[in-house]
C-alpha cells in the first residue's frame, strides 16, 4: 500500500508535535518541508531524515514540486490561511491547519471555500479531543453522570485565542458540541502585549450560553494561574477535566471519584484520526474546520463584546480581526507603550519576534 506522503510548512516546534504524531503510524512519510529559516528546515530535516533536496526555503516551491497527500500548516497564527489556501489550490489530500484556525472570521470562511472548492478536506490542530481522557469526559456527560450540564468554568493564561482556543475546543467536545448562542465579555489591554505577532488582551473574561443550556464562563490571565482545563457542574453531580485526568463527583460515587485512565499521546490520536478520515473509517472527523470556526467565532464575540458594549447574538458578523478594531478606534489605548510578544522566545537569530506591522 502507498505511503501516505506528507509535507510540513514551518519547521518550529509545533512541527516537531504533527512530526512525531505521523511517525506513530506506518503509513505515513514525511517526504517534504518548508520554512524560510535555513538553520531550523535543515534542522528539522537531519532529526526526521528529510531528503536535502526536498527541503525548500519557500513553501510555495514545495507545493509545486511536490505531490502530497497531506500538508501541515504549522506557522504562526497570522499566516495560517495564506499557507491553508495556497495547499488547497494543489489539491492534496487533506490539510491539517494549526490552531487557532485563523486571526478572523474572513480568513477562516476564505480557507473553508479554498478547501471545498478543491475537494481537500481541512483539519485543525485540536489534537487535545483525542486525549483518552477528554473521550471519556465526553461519554460520562453523555450518558448523563452529571444530569443536565448547567455551568462551565475554565481559568486560563497567554491569551484568549491561544490557550483559551483549545479550552473552549474541550469544553464544547465534552458537551458533545452544543452551538455557542450568545456571548458576552470584556477585556484590558493596557500594554501592547501579542502571541506569535498577534494582538492579545492583559486580561479578559467571556460569558457564552450554549444551545443545550449550559453556561460557560472563561477567564484568561486574571491570576498568574491557568491550565488547559475545565470544570462542568451539572443536575446531578460535578465532572472535573484536566488532559487526560477526570474526576466525577454525583450521588453514587460517594465522594470524588477519580478514573485510572492509561495515557496517550493526542497527536499520534490525531494522525490516526486523520487516516481514518481519509480512509473512508469515519465520516465525520472531530477535528473538522467548521467546528474550529465555531470555536473561533465564541472566542472573538468576547473581543466584538467589549467593543460594542453589548451581548454578541451569533452569527458574529464581524469578519475583521475585532481586537485590532479594538485598539485601532482607541477603546483600549495602550497605557504602557512598547510592543512586545509573549512567544518571542521561539524566534531564531536576532529578532524578539515578527514584524508586527507586517503581520498584522
Known amino acids: 500500500m502507498d505511503k501516505v506522503r506528507v509535507g510540513i510548512i514551518a519547521t518550529g516546534s509545533i512541527a516537531r508535535a504533527h512530526a512525531r504524531g505521523y511517525r506513530a503510524h506506518p503509513e505515513y512519510e514525511i517526504v517534504a518541508i518548508a520554512d524560510s529559516n535555513g538553520e531550523a528546515l535543515n534542522l528539522f530535516g537531519d532529526q526526521h531524515n528529510v531528503d536535502p533536496t526536498h527541503r525548500y526555503l519557500d513553501f510555495r516551491a514545495m507545493l509545486d514540486r511536490e505531490h502530497l497527500d497531506v500538508v501541515s500548516v504549522c506557522s504562526w497564527h497570522g499566516q495560517h490561511a495564506e499557507m491553508t489556501i495556497a495547499a488547497a489550490a494543489h489539491s492534496p489530500k487533506l490539510i491539517l491547519c494549526e490552531k487557532p484556525m485563523a486571526v478572523n472570521l474572513g480568513e477562516a470562511d476564505n480557507m473553508i471555500v479554498a478547501a471545498k472548492r478543491n475537494k481537500v478536506k481541512l483539519a485543525i490542530g485540536h489534537m487535545r479531543r483525542f486525549y483518552r481522557g477528554w473521550e471519556l469526559a465526553r461519554a460520562l456527560v453523555a450518558d448523563g453522570s452529571i444530569g443536565t450540564p448547567q455551568r462551565a468554568w475554565s481559568q486560563i493564561r497567554d491569551g484568549l485565542l491561544n490557550w483559551g482556543t483549545h479550552t ?193
Open 168 to 360: 473552549l475546543d474541550g469544553l464544547l467536545f465534552v458537551l458533545g458540541d452544543p452551538k455557542v448562542e450568545r456571548v458576552i465579555g470584556n477585556i484590558e489591554r493596557k500594554t501592547d502585549r501579542y502571541e506569535r505577532a498577534m494582538r492579545i488582551e492583559d486580561a479578559c473574561m467571556g460569558l457564552m450560553q450554549l444551545s443545550n443550556g449550559c453556561q460557560v464562563l472563561i477567564e484568561s490571565d486574571l491570576t498568574k494561574y491557568g491550565s488547559i482545563n475545565f470544570t462542568i457542574y451539572g443536575s446531578e453531580g460535578t465532572i472535573i477535566i484536566d488532559e487526560n485526568t477526570v474526576k466525577l463527583m454525583n450521588a453514587s460515587t460517594q465522594g470524588w471519584k477519580q478514573y485510572e485512565i492509561e495515557q496517550n499521546d493526542p497527536f499520534a490520536g490525531q494522525a490516526q484520526g486523520l487516516l481514518d478520515w481519509l480512509n473512508g473509517k469515519v465520516t465525520e472527523y472531530r477535528g473538522e474546520a467548521t467546528l474550529a470556526r465555531a470555536t473561533l467565532e465564541a472566542l472573538l464575540a468576547v473581543y466584538e463584546s467589549t467593543r460594542l458594549h453589548e451581548a454578541i447574538t451569533m452569527p458574529l458578523l464581524t469578519r475583521v480581526t475585532p481586537i485590532d478594531l479594538l485598539v485601532e478606534q482607541g477603546h483600549v489605548p495602550v497605557q504602557y507603550p512598547g510592543a512586545y510578544d509573549i512567544r518571542s522566545f521561539l524566534v531564531r537569530g536576532e529578532a524578539m519576534s515578527w514584524d508586527i506591522d507586517s503581520a498584522r
